[in-house]
Antibody, heavy 119, light 107 residues
């Protein structure tokens, strides 16, 4: 079935970087956008940006421009998000999610990856 | 950025009740709006996209309406499985943004 499976939980110190992976299966990986969304404990959802898995075209939320990198490996059908210069406010669950088209809701979500930033 | 404001923040209701959640955008987003349901410890689930199109597999008791800046999500007859948190989200222009969420709890 169509699914996105993310890498496991991470604990990082302030100032470090974290890389989260998102492996896609059950559909044509290169045809779709993969977005990244995060949710701090008890909070709402926050869109970080997206990468087109085929073209690698990216869009970023201005809030994270400069700290955020998206990449993908089409042979491994995997997308990656790397966030640098981590601070405590980056503690959150990070989700990858797919959109069927360029302007669409997120129809498939990964299970989430908890990233904890603590000294 | 476009601000999405949901009301109410919390809603207490009983099984069988008709429930309506409102989402307002700070500027027009046409009909580029989605609604999600999220249960504790789980990823959000898409319910409705393009303001009123029901995602495949979602029960018909869920419906959406609106355009421009005002949108509603309606659950026609609340079921035990529907007690959860609901979010609206626009995808009209980048950056995409979400509402703060509405928790539907048991009365």
């Amino acid at each position: 079935q169509v699914q996105l499976v993310q890498s496991g939980a991470e604990v990082k110190k302030p100032g470090a970087s974290v890389r989260v992976s998102c492996k896609a299966s059950g559909y044509s990986f290169a045809t779709y956008d993969i977005h990244w969304v995060r949710q701090a404990p008890g909070e709402s959802l926050e869109w970080l940006g997206k990468i087109h898995a085929g073209t690698s075209n990216t869009k970023f939320s201005p809030k994270f421009q400069g700290r955020l990198t998206f990449s993908r490996d089409t042979s491994a059908t995997t997308a990656y998000m790397e966030l640098s210069s981590l601070r405590s406010e980056d503690t959150a669950i990070y989700y990858c999610a797919r959109t069927p088209g360029t302007l669409d809701g997120f129809d498939i979500w990964g299970q989430g990856t908890m990233v904890t930033v603590s000294s | 950025d476009i601000q999405m404001t949901q009301s109410p923040s919390t809603l207490s209701a009983s099984v069988g009740d008709r429930v309506t959640i409102t989402c307002r955008a700070s500027q027009s987003i046409s009909r580029r709006l989605a609604w999600y349901q999220q249960k504790p410890g789980k990823a959000p689930k898409l319910l409705i996209y393009d303001a009123s199109t029901l995602e495949s597999g979602v029960p018909s008791r869920f419906s959406g309406s609106g355009s421009g800046t005002e949108f509603t999500l309606t659950i026609s007859s609340l079921q035990p499985d529907d007690f959860a948190r609901y979010f609206c989200q626009h995808y009209n222009v980048y950056p995409w943004t979400f509402g703060q969420g509405t928790k539907v709890e048991i009365k």
